[in-house]
């Protein structure tokens, strides 16, 4: 079973202030390029994988989908999410990623933000989740970059020259990485591009897009803070078709 951190007060806490937290979609800098890729939802089966407080369900309510499953090992999200949904075609349920089942061909469209690196067996996760779309359905995803992934420990370090720099460990040794976000003890686990991206292709998979996600220039104007995320990417984000 998956760990189930969020249910953890400290970290539930802490995650409850962050932006994306408060201001859902549009707190999160990359929703317009997820937005971008994102298939026609309306009339569509929609299954959102870590739905988390709900935020992406209820936008796909609002597009006009037919059916939307928000899921989450998070009892605290579950909660939170049926708080604020009054939209009848959306329900949630308590689901361990790494033991998903789905009936076969119930949805249209797939989404997870952020959420996949959680999971321990993410062939098993992509066999499952092909399984649950009908053929030409589409998946869509965003999981924390692998080159973020494997320098979460270090951070950014200050050189000689004063500049700092975002150091890579071992980003070829993939598998579970520790580190304290939040909490402490968050288990994440770290696989390359490449095995990220043969993984879809060997479930039956056809890749549609691939963007390693920065901020516009007019996103850093309007944030300054998001200038570090030019110094190394921090989500990828991919667009699949069965």
Request: hydrophobic residues 40%; contains cysteine; aromatic residues 10%.
């Amino acid at each position: 079973m998956a760990q189930n951190i969020y249910d953890k007060p400290e970290f539930f806490e802490g995650y409850s202030q962050l932006g994306r937290s408060v201001h859902g979609l549009d707190g999160a800098a990359e929703w317009p390029a997820i937005r971008a890729a994102l298939p026609d939802l309306k009339g569509k089966r929609v299954v959102d994988l870590g739905c988390g407080f709900g935020w992406f369900s209820r936008y796909a309510g609002e597009q006009g989908a037919a059916r939307v499953l928000g899921l989450d090992l998070s009892e605290n999200m579950i909660a939170r999410a049926r708080r604020d949904t009054v939209d009848p075609a959306i329900e949630y349920g308590i689901a361990d990623l790494d033991q998903l089942t789905l009936e076969n061909g119930a949805f249209d469209v797939a989404y997870s933000s952020l959420a996949f690196h959680y999971v321990e067996d993410f062939d098993r996760l992509v066999r499952a989740i092909h399984d649950a779309l009908k053929p030409g359905s589409h998946l869509v995803f965003t999981i924390e970059h692998p080159i973020y992934m494997a320098s979460l420990n270090p951070g950014w370090q200050v050189g000689e020259d004063g500049q700092k720099r975002w150091p890579v460990d071992h980003y070829s040794v993939e598998g579970r990485r520790t580190t304290d976000w939040l909490a402490k003890g968050v288990v994440k686990y770290h696989r390359t591009i490449g095995t990220t991206l043969n993984a879809l292709m060997r479930g039956g998979f056809a890749i549609r897009h691939v963007e390693e996600w920065h901020p516009t220039a007019a996103q850093i104007d309007s944030n300054p803070d998001l200038a570090e995320e030019m110094e190394r990417p921090m989500i990828l984000l991919v667009a699949a078709q069965r």
